[in-house]
Structure formats: C-alpha cells, structure tokens
C-alpha cells in the first residue's frame, strides 16, 4: 500500500483522513442543529459535550490533514482542468481548512465564555482558559452559527464539483480519491 501522493494518486493516508473527517463532518453538522432543539435537560448537555468532543476530535484531524499535505503534497491537477477551475478548486479547498479550524477554535471559546464546561467524552474536564462573557459568547455564538452554514455550502459545491468532474467531464479527479480508486501508472 502506498502512504504518500504521488504525482497522479492520493495516497492512503491522505485518502483516510480525507474519508474519515467527512464521514464525521457530515454527521456534526445536522447534529449541532438537531442538539438546539432538545429541551433543557440532562440528556441535551449530554449531546452538547458529545458535539463538543467529536468538534474537538475534527479539529485534530484537519490539523493533521494540513501537516501532512506540506509533508505529502497533492497531486496536480490533470492538464484537461481549466485553470478557472483551477482556481475555484483552490478557494473551496482552502475555504474548507480554513473555516474547519476556526469552528471548533470559535466553539471552544464560545463554550469558556458562556461559563459551561467542556468535558471530552464525559471523562475529562478541559480548563476553561476565560472567566464567563455574555457578551463574547452571544457574538460566538452567532460566529459559530454562520460558519456552520457556510461549511455547509461549500460542503455541497465540493461534492458537486466532484460529481460533475465525474459524470460530466469524465475525468480521473474522483476516482483518485476514492478509497479504492484505482489509477493506472
Ligand atoms: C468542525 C467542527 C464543528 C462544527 C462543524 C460545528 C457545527 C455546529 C453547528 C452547525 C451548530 C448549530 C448552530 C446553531 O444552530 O446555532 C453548533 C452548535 C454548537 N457548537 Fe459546534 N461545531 C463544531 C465544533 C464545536 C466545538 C469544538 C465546540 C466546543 C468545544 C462546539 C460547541 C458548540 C455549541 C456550544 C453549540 C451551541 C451553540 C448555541 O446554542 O449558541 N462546536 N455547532
Ligand atoms: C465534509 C465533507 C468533505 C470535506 C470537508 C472535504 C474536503 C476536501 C479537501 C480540503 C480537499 C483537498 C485535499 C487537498 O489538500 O488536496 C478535498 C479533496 C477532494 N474531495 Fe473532498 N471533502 C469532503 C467530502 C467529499 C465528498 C463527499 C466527495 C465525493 C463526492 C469528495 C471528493 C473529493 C475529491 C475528488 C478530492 C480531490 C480533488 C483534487 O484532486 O483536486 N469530498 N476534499
């Protein structure tokens, strides 16, 4: 099994944690939404410290998927792709490291300071770094919202990217990331 990207293939670990964190991305989002709507009880501050602790677990791994991309960088783009499309590729791709580290970062701080803590699997109480802020956590918490939408969309423009690179434009795009893709050499 090949690890590292090669100029035309993704390589297993970069097609693990790709997989891995959509898998968990897809769920987490629908989830902060849903955890909203539960009543005040003990079971809702149960499913916020779950959201809390697999946002956490996200947040590792996008970290991870940055280093490795400078340690294992991508494969280039085939010569058939526009450079337009090039460009639009970049900035959804960039967009979505970007705002995946800063929504766990914002709902971590929002969390310090609304006074609640952050229990990691219901197993250990992560010190909370700020004293309480009404004020802070209301403009978070609206920060958090609104990234949470925006993941959201450029989520659905990848995916259909990656779909119309397939179906449409019959290219290898998908199929090199594909956990069983294969690409002749
Ligand atoms: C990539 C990771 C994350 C994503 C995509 C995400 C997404 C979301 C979404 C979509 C909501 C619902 C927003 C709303 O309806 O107001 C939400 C709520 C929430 N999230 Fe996250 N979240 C992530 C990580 C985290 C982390 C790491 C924490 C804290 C440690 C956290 C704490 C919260 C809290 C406390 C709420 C409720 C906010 C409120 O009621 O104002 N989230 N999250
Ligand atoms: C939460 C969901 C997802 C996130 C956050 C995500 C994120 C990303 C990112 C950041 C890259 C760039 C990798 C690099 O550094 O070069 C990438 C590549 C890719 N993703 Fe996703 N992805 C998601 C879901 C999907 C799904 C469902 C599909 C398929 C329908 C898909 C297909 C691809 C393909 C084909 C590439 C390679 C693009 C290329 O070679 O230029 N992704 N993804």
Redesign the pocket.
Known sequence: MQLKNSPDK?GAV?KFL??F???L??GHIPFGWWMGTLPVSLEKVWHYNLHKSLGIVILVLVLL?ILW?YISP??P?PNTVKNIEKIA?HTV??G??AA?VAQPVVGIIHSWASGYPIVFFNSYTIPNLISSNKTIADWLSTTHFLLGWG?AA??VV??SA??K?HYLDKDL??V???PFGRVRN
Do not use: E, K, N
């Open positions: 993704y970069t790709h997989w964190t959509a898998i991305i897809i998927r991309r991508p494969p783009p590729a791709q960039y979505l490291y995946l993941i450029l989520i990848h995916i990656a779909l690179h795009i998908l090199r990331m594909l």
